[in-house]
């Protein structure tokens, strides 16, 4: 993303004050601001009638430069009152077999030095584009950058007008207007990054629960093992928690970490898993728990009822957990004391009757 120094004297542009003659080559290639300029020169040229040479060479060695190091230019707004610019740049990798570049370039920071409120806006669009570059990938990652590059485009262009015409209850309403489209390309970008999260996280779980499968199946080929076969059974209920929250809408992941992190996470939801499912089945198995089966059940119904108790253990780590506390020696909660019966009231003292003696009276 192209950045610009701000110039000591407002009057005279950054770019201005330096030899704007290009010499860009293979090793130093043109910067997005050298384009924007050179551009300028060209269109204001163009627009005063007259033919300039040298601006129209100018123009086009920066472009082809720019353009051979950073790839082709896809989307671009140009302002034509003021030296500002937004582009879209796509670069083709081993001719289209892998996934093209995008870049995401813009220049419009002393353009927008008087302009507070649409320079904010601006680099909010910059924050999106450097997430949607770093985290998307593929069409989601395009379609991102294409909402972004059009968002800063129609905020470029208010800058436009403002060096035009003055309207400020024009500028504000569309101001406002450009807030709330902003904030949609935001919510398609964190739902977009999500769902690939999502794809990530459970490419991590596929892989994982693959390599389990495949050693256990090995294992119990040979010999019964229910260690073996309960892991298996927590890691698949652990497997179908997660489907069933992604299917309902409920499952929301840390995208901005990246996909390796991602694939981390997934990898270990079956380990977890599998690890309740291994306890669980020690505490039923070992007596700590009774397991709810017939006396007369055989060896093949006790193994059925392990592996159920497994799969519901890696499917709920609550249950799990809760279960497995529930063994403690200081788990379950001392019975409640008996309700305290207040003492009866005192009857209030009465007059002794005649047959009784009063003390130190005799007979």
Known sequence: ?????????????????????????????????????????????????????????????????????????????????????????????????????????????????????????????????????AVLTGVRQ????????????????????????????????????????????????????NGQAQLIYSGGIATVLAVLSAVAALWLSITWATPVAALIAGAVGAVVSVIQRINSGSFVLDYDVGGPYAFFLGGLRPLIGGAFGMAITFAFDGGLLHLPVAASATTHDRRLALLVLGFLAGFSERWAQDTLTSVLPGSKSPPAPAPVTPPAPVPAATTPSSDTHPEGSTS
């Open 1 to 133: 993303m192209s950045e610009l120094i701000q110039p000591l004297n407002d009057d005279v542009s950054p770019v201005r004050q330096v030899e704007t003659q290009f010499r860009g080559n293979e090793a130093n290639p043109p910067s997005f601001t050298e384009l924007v300029y050179a551009h300028h020169d060209w269109w204001r040229a163009r627009q005063g009638g007259t033919l300039d040479a040298a601006a129209d060479a100018a123009y086009d060695a920066v472009l082809t430069s720019f353009q051979a190091h950073h790839g082709q230019i896809v989307r671009a707004y140009w302002c034509a009152e003021v030296e500002s610019a937004v582009a879209l740049t796509e670069r083709r990798r081993a001719r289209g077999w892998l996934t093209p570049v995008f870049g995401f370039h813009r220049e419009s920071d002393w353009a927008t030095k008087s302009d507070p409120d649409v320079a904010a806006e601006l680099h909010r669009c910059d924050e999106l584009a450097v997430r949607a570059n």
């Open 142 to 193: 395009r379609i991102c950058l294409e909402l972004v590059v059009a968002s800063a485009a129609h905020r470029r262009s208010l800058v436009d007008t403002r060096a035009g015409t003055t309207d400020p209850e024009k500028t504000k309403a569309a101001l406002a207007h450009e807030q709330e489209v902003m904030q949609k390309v935001r919510d398609y970008y964190c739902e977009a990054a």
